[in-house]
């Protein structure tokens, strides 16, 4: 295209210019500005009742429409950019976008593995490197769920070196936590399963049952005693076990199918014996 302007660009070394001075958050439009050309952001205007805290002149009349300017220009990349993330945002978004970038790296959850990549390199690598041949899963399918109280966590594998999923107990004072979570990046398409998990009581006691209309996805297995989506097993269903016997149902959600890339499509034929709200707590 003749005659048009090409843009000159530079680099910016300070990024934390474009930070409030204030709260230290990303700036975002408007930008506000005290006589003496101090900065602030607008709600940090309204924390400080329009009082400029480094001179006290008013400050929230004026938009510091220069800073507004320079703000709009700046394109920073994807901090996955090092991992092919070929994505760039204005300043600020890109922490957004850092949550469900498909680039997004995951770590492998075996004990003593210091493996992480993407997810899709993960599960391969998982399924090459780690021998979990007793403990794969077909989504719809019941699958045990062994979980040895002392080792904490289990990793299952959807059998075709998909998804992994991580089952772990937390010994609390109330019994024992049992959660699911699908390792994987937020991202559209990845990692969206529904489970079913129940446990029966040894000796044919009752059984209880924990649904999910939506896993948990996480990036990496943390160790720390969960607030909510746990399943709470009270120690007086346990008996003298040693491990929790479980059954776990794992459904492929539909929702993204539409947007689903390539990979996942795989997938899809497993979900015809889709089996919904089939199941009833015996006593
Ligand atoms: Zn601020
Ligand atoms: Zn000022
Ligand atoms: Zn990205
Ligand atoms: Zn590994």
Redesign the pocket.
């Known amino acids: 295209m003749a005659g048009e302007e090409v843009a000159r660009s530079g680099t910016l070394m300070e990024l934390d210019l474009l930070d409030c001075p204030i709260c230290c958050h990303a700036l975002t439009i408007p930008i506000f500005q005290c006589d003496n050309g101090h900065i602030a952001c607008s709600s940090c205007c309204a924390k400080l009742r329009n009082k400029c805290p480094s001179c006290a002149l008013p400050i929230g009349n004026y938009r510091s429409r220069i800073m507004e300017r320079v703000l709009e220009a700046v394109f920073v990349?994807?901090?996955?950019?090092k991992?092919g993330?070929?994505?760039k945002f204005s300043y600020g978004k890109?922490l957004v976008?850092?949550k469900d970038?498909?680039?997004?790296l995951c770590y492998c959850p075996a004990p003593n593995c210091n493996y992480t990549g993407m997810y899709k390199d993960l599960y391969s690598h998982f399924y090459a490197n780690h021998d979990n041949s007793w403990n794969l899963f077909g989504c719809g399918n019941s699958t045990g769920a062994w979980l040895r109280m002392s080792e904490k966590l289990l990793v299952l594998q959807e059998y075709r070196g998909g998804p992994l999923v991580a089952v772990q107990c937390f010994k609390e004072p109330q019994g024992v936590y049992v959660t699911v979570n699908c390792i994987a990046p937020s991202v559209p398409g990845v990692g969206e399963y529904s489970y079913k998990l129940s446990y029966k009581m040894p000796m044919g006691g009752n059984t209880m049952t924990f649904k999910s209309p939506e896993m948990n996805r996480i990036q990496k297995v943390s160790f720390e005693t969960p607030e909510k989506d746990f399943m709470l097993v009270p120690y007086y269903f346990l008996g003298e076990q040693s491990a929790l016997k479980m059954e776990i149902c794992i459904h492929k959600l539909e929702k993204y199918e539409e947007e689903a890339d390539e990979e996942e499509d795989e997938d899809e034929d497993e979900e015809e014996d889709e089996d919904d709200d089939d199941y009833d707590e015996e006593e």
């Open positions: 990349p994807c901090p996955n950019a991992h993330c070929t994505e890109e976008h850092e970038c498909n680039f997004s």
